[in-house]
C-alpha cells in the first residue's frame, strides 16, 4: 500500500541565484565577473597540459560491446522459428519457451581442452566407489520387481542399467540443474557443433510441444543432457518410453521410466538377450597378445584352450565368441568382451565409460574387485604428447583418422601395426616410451 506524498522541505528548495551584490550597480557587478571568468580561461590554459582525470563510464556505456553479440543472439532464436514450425511445433509454444533466453556467458566461450588425459584406472577408480557398489545393490532390492520386467521387456542385463544410472546421475542424486533451452540454444548459437546443437534445440522444443514435461522442468546438464540416464534431446524421441502408459516420457521425477528408456536404448543399439558384457581374464604366461584385435572375437572355446581363464575361477562359456581386450596394455588387466560390451559404447562413445559401467554392473550384482593390476607407475600422456604420438603414426604410414590428441580405436589399431613391426607386444597401448622409439623410427 503507498504512503501520502511526503511534502518538500522548503529548506531544501531551489532558489534563484542572484549574481549582484548588495551596494554593487549593475555595471560593477558585470567588469567582476569578467576579471573572474579571465582567471578561470588562464587557469585551464595551464591545466591542458596535464593528463585529464578519466570520469566512470556509464554502465549503459560498459555494456554496449556485448549488445551486438546479444543481438544476434535474439536474431538466431527468431530465425529458429520455420524449423520448429516444420516440426510441428505451435507459435505458443515457441514463443513461450524462447521468451527471455539470454545467451549463458559460461557456454558462450571456447572450452580449453585437460592437459592431461586421465588414464583408465583413475577413471575407474572414480567411478567403481564403494559408495556408488552400495547405493547400487539398494537399488536393485528397492526396484527388483520394476527390474525384472524391464529386462522381461527389453532382453538387457538389469545391473548394466543400474549401473549406467549411477554414473550418469548418481542414482538420480544429481541430474543437472542447467536450464536446458539455454544451454542449447547458447551452444547452437556459439559452438563449433552448431548444427548438432541446433538440431538438439529444436527437437527440445517438440518435446514441450509434445507435453513430457513443463518449461520449469526441463533442466539437465551444460550440454543439454537430461533427466535421470541423462538422454540428449534426439535420443529421448527416438528411445525414450512410456513405460506406465500415462502418454507421457517423463525420465525426470520417474526413474523407472528412465531405467526402461535406456534399456530399450541398448537393445535399439544391439544388446543381445541373455549374453553378459564380458569377463576379466587371466593370462597364461607368455602369451602372445600380438596376433588378437579387440575388434575380432573368437570363441570362447578357442580362447579356454589358448590357456585363458576367467578370474573369479568360473569356466567360460561353451558357447558364444569374445574378443581380447587391453585397456592398459599386457601388464594390466585383461578381458574378453561380448558384442554386448559394444552396445554400451553406444551410450557414451569412451572406452573408459564402457568399462566403468560394466565393471560397477558387475559389483552391485556381487562380483568381487578386479583380480589384475593396474601400471599405476605409469604417467599418462598428455594431450599434446597424444596428438604428437598421433602425427608420429602419420609420419610412418598408419592411418590414425583425425588429429586431436584423443588415442581412439583407429590410432590403436595403428598402434599394434607400429608395435609388431618393431617386435614388441602389439598391445595398443600408448606410453612415453612408445612415443620416444616412434620419433626414432624411419
Not at 356 to 372: E, F, K
Request: positive net charge; hydrophobic residues 40%; proline residues 7%.
Amino acid at each position: 500500500m503507498r504512503g501520502k506524498p511526503i511534502p518538500p522541505d522548503p529548506a531544501l528548495q531551489l532558489r534563484p541565484i542572484s549574481w549582484s551584490r548588495p551596494g554593487l550597480s549593475r555595471a560593477q557587478t558585470l567588469r567582476t565577473l569578467f576579471v573572474i571568468g579571465a582567471f578561470g580561461l588562464v587557469a585551464s590554459l595551464a591545466a591542458g597540459s596535464r593528463p585529464a582525470r578519466a570520469e566512470p563510464q556509464p554502465r549503459a556505456a560498459q555494456a554496449r560491446p556485448a549488445a551486438p553479440q546479444a543481438e544476434a543472439f535474439q536474431t538466431f532464436l527468431a530465425g529458429l522459428w520455420p524449423e520448429a514450425r516444420e516440426r510441428g511445433i505451435s507459435r505458443k509454444t515457441f514463443d513461450e519457451a524462447t521468451a527471455g533466453l539470454t545467451l549463458d556467458p559460461a557456454l558462450a566461450k571456447p572450452v580449453k581442452q585437460a592437459e592431461f588425459v586421465k588414464p583408465i584406472w583413475s577413471y575407474v577408480a572414480g567411478a567403481v566407489t564403494d559408495r556408488r557398489i552400495e547405493e547400487g545393490r539398494d537399488k536393485a532390492r528397492a526396484l527388483g520387481p520394476a527390474l525384472a520386467d524391464i529386462e522381461r521387456r527389453y532382453g538387457v542385463d538389469p545391473y548394466v542399467v543400474l549401473a549406467i544410472w549411477g554414473m550418469e546421475t548418481s542414482y538420480g542424486g544429481f541430474t543437472g540443474a542447467k536450464d536446458v533451452l539455454r544451454c542449447l540454444a547458447t551452444l547452437a548459437f556459439a559452438s563449433e557443433r552448431k548444427d548438432f546443437f541446433r538440431n538438439e534445440l529444436v527437437t527440445a522444443l517438440q518435446i514441450l510441444q509434445e507435453g513430457h514435461v513443463t518449461r520449469a522442468q526441463l533442466t539437465g546438464s551444460w550440454a543439454g543432457a537430461m533427466g535421470h540416464t541423462q538422454f540428449m534431446p534426439s535420443s529421448f524421441v527416438k528411445f525414450a518410453v512410456d513405460y506406465d502408459g500415462d502418454r507421457r516420457k517423463n525420465i525426470w521425477s520417474d526413474p523407472v521410466e528412465a531405467l526402461a528408456s535406456t534399456a530399450n536404448y541398448l537393445a535399439e543399439h544391439g544388446w543381445r538377450r541373455g549374453l553378459t558384457w564380458g569377463y576379466e581374464v587371466i593370462l597364461p604366461q607368455g602369451f602372445d597378445v600380438s596376433p588378437h584385435d579387440p575388434r575380432t572375437p573368437r570363441p570362447f572355446a578357442q580362447w579356454a584352450s589358448a590357456g585363458l581363464r576367467r578370474a573369479d575361477g568360473e569356466p567360460l562359456p561353451r558357447g558364444g565368441e569374445g574378443a581380447l581386450y587391453l585397456p592398459a596394455g599386457h601388464r594390466g588387466p585383461a578381458f574378453l568382451v561380448t558384442e554386448n560390451f559394444r552396445a554400451i559404447r553406444a551410450y557414451n562413445n569412451s572406452q573408459a565409460y564402457m568399462l566403468g559401467v560394466a565393471l560397477l554392473s558387475d559389483r552391485i550384482a556381487g562380483a568381487g574387485p578386479l583380480a589384475g593390476r593396474w601400471p599405476v607407475q605409469d604417467k599418462p600422456l598428455s594431450t599434446a604428447q597424444a596428438l604428437d604420438l598421433q602425427k608420429q603414426l602419420q609420419r610412418l604410414g598408419y592411418p590414425v583418422g583425425k588429429l586431436d590428441g584423443r588415442i581412439g580405436e583407429q590410432a590403436q589399431s595403428a598402434i599394434r601395426s607400429f608395435q609388431q613391426r618393431a617386435g614388441l607386444a602389439a598391445d595398443g597401448y600408448a606410453d612415453h616410451a612408445l612415443l620416444e622409439q616412434m620419433k626414432k623410427a624411419r
